[in-house]
């Protein structure tokens, strides 16, 4: 009777269970049949019971059994071996492939790392830049407003040394102009009163005079009329002479 064809999965739990091949072969030597069975489990041995072989007898079910099992196991042995290939070929692929996506993914990294490092060097270089611009722009500007201020305090100090000139020109000027007034109105008071002076002494002379003439006049009346005339006409004469000399005076 052939024995049950053993699964995938219970050869390779026997392979487990057995270890190494020199082992399982050693195994399938001591247990006809082969490998487990479908059922999991190893078939079980042939009641011993003894028979009387001829000694040219057919093959007997035992080497069938054995021929089965060892075409099995070859069999089973093939499978495994393309299974092996086909796992490490996979795992080699997939090795591969994760190798590759690893490089890539590093690549990736390590290229957006050197882009970032880039364009933070740019960054940086372009703000170090743009500070330098305007450091040197807000220095200009300041150097600009120091010269600017310098040249109003230096303006600022000529006009007030030319108003503080000014000032003391006007002052020495008017000074002048008072001492030149003072002067002229203290000369000309002198010269009006050296002239009222003359003219005073002129009109006391010019009075002088007239008394005399008119003393005269009356001496002169006195003789030739006598002296009742001279007596009744002296004082309006005195009178009329009184009268004149003010006049005079006042010519």
């Known amino acids: 009777m052939t024995p049950n064809r053993p699964t995938r999965a219970s050869v390779h739990a026997w392979r487990r269970s057995s270890g190494s091949p020199k082992r399982r072969r050693r ?4 247990r006809p049949g082969g490998p487990p069975s479908s059922t999991g489990s190893w078939p079980s041995r042939p009641p011993s019971r003894s028979v009387t072989t001829p000694s ?8 069938k059994a054995e021929d ?3 075409r099995i196991v070859e069999k089973a042995k093939g499978e495994a071996s393309t299974l092996r290939a086909e796992a490490q070929k996979d795992a080699q692929s997939k090795r591969e492939e994760a190798d590759s996506l690893f490089e890539e993914t590093r690549a990736k990294a390590a290229q957006a ?8 060097a740019k960054r940086r270089e372009q703000s170090e830049r743009d500070l330098a611009s305007r450091q040197a722009k807000a220095e200009k500007r300041l150097a600009e407003i120091e010269h600017r201020a310098e040249q109003l305090r230096l303006e600022a100090e000529k006009l007030r040394t ?3 000139r000014r000032a003391r020109q ?13 002067a002229d109105a203290n000369a000309k008071a002198d010269r009006i009163r050296s002239e009222s002076e003359r003219e005073l002494a002129a009109l006391t002379n010019r009075r002088d005079s007239i008394n005399a003439q008119l003393t005269n006049v009356r001496e002169m009346l006195a003789t030739l009329t006598g002296a009742a ?17 003010p006049a005079q005076q006042s010519r």
């Open 162 to 164: 030319d108003a503080e």
């Open 27 to 30: 195994i399938c030597a001591r």
């Open 68 to 70: 089965e099992g060892a």
């Open 229 to 245: 005339v001279a007596a009744a006409g002296a004082p309006g004469e005195d009178e009329t002479v009184s009268r004149g000399v």
């Open 56 to 63: 040219r007898s057919p093959p007997s079910a035992k080497a």
């Open 170 to 182: 006007t002052v020495e000027t008017a000074q002048r102009q008072a001492e030149d007034i003072v």
């Open 113 to 120: 790392a050197a882009d970032f490092e880039t364009n933070l």
